[in-house]
């Protein structure tokens, strides 16, 4: 799955969202059947489309380590060069295919000591390794911000507050201080939509469309080649004209 995956994403945008409204202003996400509608102000989200910024950024890490597994405890004893990564493929011999490293129970984070693993096999000591190649799309998540109100005034003031603060320097360090890989772009000029609720009764609503960009990345496994073999050969004789 994609990291940050999209409700990582909707979770700071919320969390920002809570922090420039006024107290009491709920923010939940749309689309929820057989939910009624918060009572008093509130503010829902709802993801639109997601639009690519650029090519793929494709980055490679290698781990080779020295380690044995009994039942589903993976012990490191030696790290050759790399780091290990929970959620990895572990590489070797005899090691089960699709053997993935679970949470670290005791040791140097990444390094030396012991982890899960799945599935339980028995494997004696030896070199295996953990490659991992990681595939990272910046993407434009473009979210729908409806902004309800019983007054017409404050329901377009909080849309203008978002639109303003969604450019801002403020809302760029509220996103890297979440440790989110990503940030706001800008939100586009509010809208005022009417809303027409259960009991056939338009309410006020203005539309915020907000661009976030998530440095969305996938990890797949990864084998690395330790040592290459050359073979001479007459080019001549192997391809005749």
């Keep these: 799955m994609p990291s940050p995956s999209q409700s990582a994403v909707q979770t700071v945008l919320r969390s920002f969202l809570l922090s420039i409204l006024p107290a009491g202003v709920e923010v939940v996400s749309a689309q929820d059947n057989r939910v009624a509608e918060p009572a008093g102000d509130f503010v829902t989200m709802n993801v639109l489309r997601r639009g690519r910024l650029s090519t793929n950024v494709d980055t490679y890490q290698d781990c080779a380590f020295t380690a044995s597994i009994d039942g589903a405890v993976m012990t490191v004893t030696h790290i050759e060069f790399g780091t290990l990564l929970v959620g990895a493929t572990v590489f070797g011999a005899s090691v089960a295919d699709g053997t993935l490293i679970g949470p670290q129970t005791a040791g140097t984070p990444g390094g030396i000591g012991t982890y899960g693993v799945a599935p339980s096999q028995a494997v ?6 953990s490659g991992a190649e990681t595939i990272m799309q910046p993407t434009d998540a473009v979210m729908q911000l409806d902004v309800h109100s019983a007054s017409d005034g404050i329901a377009s003031d909080m849309a203008q507050t978002i639109s303003t603060l969604i450019r801002d320097e403020r809302a760029t360090r509220f996103f890297a201080d979440a440790g989110l890989d990503g940030a706001p772009l800008y939100a586009e000029d509010p809208r005022q939509v009417p809303f ?9 609503r203005y539309v915020v469309d907000v661009h976030i960009q998530a440095n969305q990345a996938l990890g797949l496994p990864q084998q690395f080649a330790d040592q290459a073999v050359i073979d001479v050969f007459p080019v001549e004789a192997t391809f005749p004209v």
């Design 124 to 129: 004696t000591a030896q070199t295996l390794a």
């Design 196 to 204: 027409l609720n259960g009991e056939q009764q338009y309410e006020t």
